[in-house]
């Protein structure tokens, strides 16, 4: 018996022919190709010739970030390890451990931070450095420059929770992030910061208090070694993705980064994960005879 919804092969045909120019309908029959699928079938040469990008940024309320933030108070990047573990992303998300703690608080944990991804990307500049000149001329260079070729503007991005998180020209000795600007980003609810390449002022950004995680110290500006690339869309930082929107959690393990949509699945369990691991080493502290420190509070 032929089913009344089955479609005959010449208006199968005809079908694939109205997808290809982008029809969604033929008579009743709705058609559900996706977007991508569609623009992948009729590619544009003038759009692509003029650069696009192919990752969606999915954008956030700020009561949203907050909420996940919640799910993942107090966790340490081992437990949301296990939860990647649980749901699949074995390995997934874990930035190489060449991405460390420029400092670290052994007592009250104050270098690790939890927070919601705002990306940035810097790449080595082709421009060059300025030829020696007179100081007045130089410092008008180097303003300019900050401001015309390697300026910030992800800033006004940045709300609280935020997780700044910055793919560098990592073969540049560059001090992208100093410890002037990087108190600038905390006063504007920045949480943290993390970097596959270098920063500056590293002694007073430690004394400061500011998290910051990155490869190593590096000493010169900006202007004459990098310029912006691009302001929150998708980046690879210390070999994994990191999208706008992403968890970040960083302690002295290292840094990991958690799909947005696999977040609460993840913290439930690395929840559960940490409550078990504080419970076993409070029995252990006191047949120890051990003060209990914040590790186990």
Known sequence: MTSRNRISGKVMMLVLAASLMGVTTIGTT???????????????????????????????????????????????????????????????????????????DVRHYKHRFIGIAVTARYVPTNKGPAPAMETAAFDKWVGKTYNEVTPEPFVPLIRKGTALVIDDAETRDVGSIGSN???????????????????????EIATEEVPLYF???GRGIRPGRNEIESVNRPIECGGVLVRPGDVVVADGDGVIVVPR?????????????????????????????????????
């Open 181 to 203: 600007n990087i108190m600038g980003w905390k006063l504007q609810g920045c949480v943290g910061v993390v970097t596959d390449a270098t920063a500056r002022d590293t002694d």
């Open 261 to 297: 949509e696999k977040a609460k699945e993840v913290a439930k369990y690395a929840q559960a994960t940490i409550e078990g691991d504080k419970a076993g080493r409070r029995s252990l502290y006191k047949q120890l005879g051990l003060p209990e420190d914040d590790s186990v509070r």
């Open 30 to 104: 709705v058609l559900s190709l996706p977007v991508a699928a569609q623009q992948a079938a009729k590619p544009n040469p003038d759009e692509l010739r003029a650069g696009r990008n192919f990752m969606e940024t999915k954008v956030y309320s700020q009561q949203d970030d907050l909420d996940t933030l919640k799910l993942f108070d107090g966790l340490r990047v081992a437990d949301v390890s296990d939860g990647m573990d649980k749901v699949g992303l074995a390995n997934v998300g874990l930035m190489s451990p060449e991405i460390h703690a420029a400092w670290k």
């Open 215 to 217: 490869r190593h110290p």
